[in-house]
Nanobody
Framework: QVQLVESGGGLVQPGGSLRLSCTAS????????MAWYRQAPGKQRESVAT???????YYADSVKGRFTISRDNAKNTVFLQMNSLKPEDTAAYFC???????WGQGTQVTVSS
């Protein structure tokens, strides 16, 4: 079993940056693929970025070149660095462990002037 806790969301102006964190308890994140998803109001939850246990990364086309997923195995934490944020990035962002089928509670990101 694993519990995931996200943090780092907030209100930012267009063009700004935020870094989201997802810390796991009860398991070792480095052994498993981890992912970030987001869900905007009235829309389906969508995959944003994925990092495998080997460190390979994958991104949605909408965030390529702007977002970076990474992990700190010593801290059992996965990060999502978000740069050049756009209003359309506004959503609740969720950390997800495919291996455990576990979701975090989500953290809100709002991009607005």
């Amino acid at each position: 079993q694993v519990q995931l806790v996200e943090s780092g969301g907030g209100l930012v102006q267009p063009g700004g940056s935020l870094r989201l964190s997802c810390t796991a308890s009860g398991s070792i994140l480095s052994l498993h693929t981890m992912a970030w998803y987001r869900q905007a109001p009235g829309k389906q939850r969508e995959s944003v970025a994925t990092i495998t246990s080997g460190g390979s990364t994958y991104y949605a086309d909408s965030v390529k070149g702007r977002f970076t997923i990474s992990r700190d195995n010593a801290k059992n934490t996965v990060f999502l660095q978000m740069n050049s944020l756009k209003p359309e990035d506004t959503a609740a962002y969720f950390c997800y462990s495919p291996y455990f089928g576990a979701w975090g509670q989500g953290t809100q990101v709002t991009v607005s002037s």
